[in-house]
């Protein structure tokens, strides 16, 4: 019993890892924006449409794939940002919502539309088992959980000394201060926002081998998954978002083991009304962007 728990919090580790790495995407969004992009999931599933085109149609390696993925995914974030998201500083909440949802339909029915609505089949990554402390774990989900934590231990790196991530917290604090001082706020919401995307087609393409098959609408499941963990971990906190997706991950792991597999995509809006019954604003605090 108790090394079937062991398994199953594993297991659990290595989801939370890929919804850490495309919630922290969506939480730092959130921080220089104050509005949640609905349409995050849709950049998880370009990473991985892109990902599967070059392994199919171009024949490229796993590892040349990812580049092409995250690649083709900062195309598309770029031009979205210069069209949208730089012109909703400032804008009402409900903009940011309509406008990223809009965003969301756009993208995924372009995918369907290039690709067709059926299921791929992804054939890439690497897939054999090994074994670690007796358990055994396939090298893709090891590869997974081991870039979750170099991702963020980057960005811990990157907002503590960069200039673009001092810019960042200091978005995140006070836009208004930041415009008086000459801060160009839309470039650093653009750039926070490629950011984004290229995390999220980051966890994409790493998460592709271990889902197997890709469709159109498998960004939509992402975002719904991404939105109790950013609120659960407190809006624009990066490092509550980190603890909150491990929390999922592993909730969601037990509760399919010992409950039943089809409860598995309800754990984390119940999760989140518990927490909101007992913090309401947050594991962690909301004050502690970045």
Known sequence: M?????EQVVNGIVTGSVYAIVAVGMTMIFGVLRAINFAHGEYYMLGTFGAWFAVDYLGLSYEASIVVGILATIVVAYVVGQ???RRMVGAPAESGVLATLGIALILQNAVIFVFGGGYKFFSGGYIEPISILGFSLAQQ???ILVVCLVVFVGLELMVTYSRLGMAMRAVSQNVECCEVVGIDVPQVVLRTFILG????ALSGVLTAPVNVSVYGGMGELITFKTL???IMGGLGNVRGTFFAAMILGIAESLVATYVGLQFRDTVGFA?????LMWRPYGLFSTQARF
């Open 2 to 6: 108790l090394s079937t728990v062991l």
């Open 83 to 85: 069209l949208v998201m």
């Open 141 to 143: 989900r090891i590869l």
């Open 197 to 200: 995307a290229a995390l999220a």
């Open 228 to 230: 109790p963990i950013i």
């Open 271 to 275: 999760t989140l009304i518990l927490v």
